[in-house]
T-cell receptor, first 113, second 116 residues
Framework: SQKIEQNSEALNIQEGKTATLTCNYTNYSPAYLQWYRQDPGRGPVFLLLIRENEKEKRKERLKVTFDTTLKQSLFHITASQPADSATYLCALVLMEYGNKLVFGAGTILRVKS | GAGVSQSPSNKVTEKGKDVELRCDPISGHTALYWYRQSLGQGLEFLIYFQGNSAPDKSGLPSDRFSAERTGGSVSTLTIQRTQQEDSAVYLC??????????????FGPGTRLTVL
């Protein structure tokens, strides 16, 4: 069956450290993968997109990797801050279905000062 | 311009009643999506509109759920004969409808539906 799995437990880290969130998928072949941030009571906000032929993508303190062999994406936040505390969702882009997004359940990140 | 807006922000209804949820997408966005998010869960795809194409209704959980998009803009999600398991946050998103996988979605704040 098709699955997208993100860390089910919350990730608690100390301010200044690097947070690493994992997204694993099975029985999908996405050409693209996106990461979103969701704060309580709000809709998700787009952060980064990475293509299947890109190994790594960076944006300020954010870095995303995409390994289509392992079927895994890693999302890193360097020099983390309490304001980075939120739920982070990965989403696979299924172009064969008109760019439909399939979301993981998300990982809660808590950065403590 | 303004982002995606949804109304109402909260809706409490009794089991068996019908509800309508509204989404105003970003002007010019050709694609519109509805998702459902239960507490602590990921986003569950419901329906997808793209331009004048037939909508992708593959995510609608039952025939009690339907959606329309009038004039390629505003969309209404209707749930008939609501059940308690319909309680969730209903999120709407729109996107420019770009070809390829680089089309990113812009989400509204959601409507929290509570069925008593």
């Amino acid at each position: 069956s098709q699955k997208i799995e993100q860390n089910s437990e919350a990730l608690n880290i100390q301010e200044g450290k690097t947070a690493t969130l994992t997204c694993n998928y099975t029985n999908y072949s996405p050409a693209y993968l996106q990461w979103y941030r969701q704060d309580p009571g709000r809709g998700p906000v787009f952060l980064l997109l990475i293509r299947e032929n890109e190994k790594e993508k960076r944006k300020e303190r954010l870095k995303v990797t995409f390994d289509t062999t392992l079927k895994q994406s890693l999302f890193h936040i360097t020099a983390s801050q309490p304001a980075d505390s939120a739920t982070y969702l990965c989403a696979l882009v299924l172009m064969e279905y008109g760019n439909k997004l399939v979301f993981g359940a998300g990982t809660i990140l808590r950065v403590k000062s | 311009g303004a982002g995606v807006s949804q109304s109402p922000s909260n809706k409490v209804t009794e089991k068996g009643k019908d509800v309508e949820l509204r989404c105003d997408p970003i002007s010019g966005h050709t694609a519109l999506y509805w998702y459902r998010q239960s507490l602590g869960q990921g986003l569950e795809f419901l329906i997808y509109f793209q331009g004048n194409s037939a909508p992708d209704k593959s995510g609608l959980p039952s025939d009690r759920f339907s959606a329309e998009r009038t004039g390629g803009s505003v969309s209404t999600l209707t749930i008939q004969r609501t059940q308690q398991e319909d309680s969730a946050v209903y999120l709407c998103a729109s996107s420019p409808g770009l070809a390829g996988g680089g089309d990113t979605q812009y989400f509204g704040p959601g409507t929290r539906l509570t069925v008593l």
